[in-house]
C-alpha cells in the first residue's frame, strides 16, 4: 500500500491488532508493513518511530472505556463500572501492562478518562489531593490484578500454539512453587485441602471482592 494511501487511523489500528496478536515485543515497523501490505518505511511518514506508535495505540484502546454519569447512576456504582471496565480493557490488551511499565503515557483518550474519574470521586465529595488519591488508588488496585493477566498472555505468545509447552511449564512452575509452599504452615493447609492448580489461581470473585473492600475503605474516608 503507498503511503499515499495509509492513514493514521489504520496504522494505528492494526498496530493494536499486531499489539493483541504478537505482544510489545512483536511490535515493529517491518511486521507492521506486512500487515498494512506497505513498505515500513511509508509507515515513517505517519508517525516518528516505534515508541511514538505504541503511545497512539494506547491512547487509541484507552478510548474504549465507558465513562458512566455519578450523577445518574452514583458515585459509587461509577467508580465500580469504570474500575471493572479498566480491568476488561487490560484483559483485551494485556500489552498495555507493559506499556504502563515501561513508557510515560499520555493523550486525549487517557486525559478523558482520568478527568471523569477524577469527576466520580469529586462527586462522592472528595476534593484536591484526595480526589486523586482515590482515583489513583483504585488505578493501581486494578492495574495489579491485571498483572496475571498480561504474564499469562506473553507466557502463551512464547510458546506459538503449542499448548503441549505451555501446559508443561506451567505444571513445572506449580511443582516448583508447591515444594516451596510446603515448607510454611497456612500455605501447606491450603494445599492439602486443595488442588495444585486450584491453589494457585485466585478464589472466584477476587477482583469483585478486592474492589468492593477498596471503596468500603474510601467511603469510610467520607465519614
Do not use: C
Request: glycine content about 6%; cysteine-free; aromatic content about 8%.
Amino acid at each position: 500500500m503507498p503511503r499515499d494511501t495509509l492513514t493514521r487511523h489504520q496504522i494505528v489500528s492494526t498496530a493494536v491488532e499486531l499489539l493483541d496478536a504478537d505482544g510489545l515485543e512483536g511490535l515493529n515497523m517491518r511486521a507492521l508493513g506486512k500487515r498494512l501490505d506497505s513498505a515500513a518505511t511509508a509507515v515513517y511518514w505517519h508517525v516518528k518511530n516505534k515508541d511514538n506508535l505504541v503511545l497512539l495505540a494506547t491512547d487509541q484502546v484507552w478510548g474504549e472505556l465507558k465513562l458512566p454519569d455519578p450523577d445518574t447512576a452514583g458515585w459509587r456504582a461509577a467508580a465500580s463500572a469504570m474500575a471493572t471496565d479498566l480491568y476488561e480493557m487490560f484483559v483485551r490488551h494485556p500489552w498495555l501492562v507493559q506499556v504502563l511499565a515501561a513508557h510515560l503515557v499520555y493523550g486525549e483518550g487517557k486525559a478523558r478518562h482520568d478527568d471523569h474519574s477524577l469527576a466520580v470521586y469529586e462527586a462522592a465529595g472528595f476534593t484536591g489531593t484526595q480526589a486523586d488519591r482515590a482515583a489513583a488508588t483504585v488505578f493501581t488496585y486494578v492495574l495489579g490484578n491485571a498483572a496475571g493477566v498480561a504474564a499469562t498472555a506473553s507466557l502463551t505468545r512464547r510458546h506459538g500454539e503449542d499448548r503441549t509447552a505451555v501446559e508443561e511449564q506451567l505444571e513445572e512452575t506449580l511443582a516448583k512453587a508447591r515444594e516451596i509452599a510446603l515448607r510454611y504452615p497456612r500455605l501447606r493447609t491450603r494445599l492439602e485441602n486443595q488442588a495444585a492448580a486450584e491453589y494457585a489461581a485466585a478464589p472466584d470473585r477476587t477482583f469483585e471482592f478486592g474492589l468492593r473492600a477498596l471503596l468500603d475503605g474510601l467511603e469510610q474516608e467520607l465519614v
